[in-house]
């Protein structure tokens, strides 16, 4: 499947939190960083969302907000 997002990180599911409604999906990038994506519980089903799953991960945003103190 091709994408027109720009965005796409490789990364391997570490852990999925699922609740009544939502899903939140923690996924350890390539680098090792790691990234947290909230998404519904019927997405997360429907992918078979589960530890140790590659997936790739898509960011397409218009807003990117940093804080520092």
């Not at 990038?29 to 429907?46: F, Q, V």
């Not at 589960?50 to 907000?65: H, Q, R």
């Amino acid at each position: 499947m091709r994408l027109s997002t720009r965005n796409q990180l490789d990364g391997t599911v570490t852990q999925v939190t699922r609740g009544e409604a939502m899903a939140v999906v923690r996924v350890r990038l390539a680098g090792g960083d790691e990234i947290t994506s909230s998404i519904t519980r019927d997405a997360a089903d429907d992918l078979g969302l589960a530890d140790g799953k590659p997936v790739k991960v898509l960011i397409k945003s218009t807003e990117v907000s940093l804080g520092v103190e």
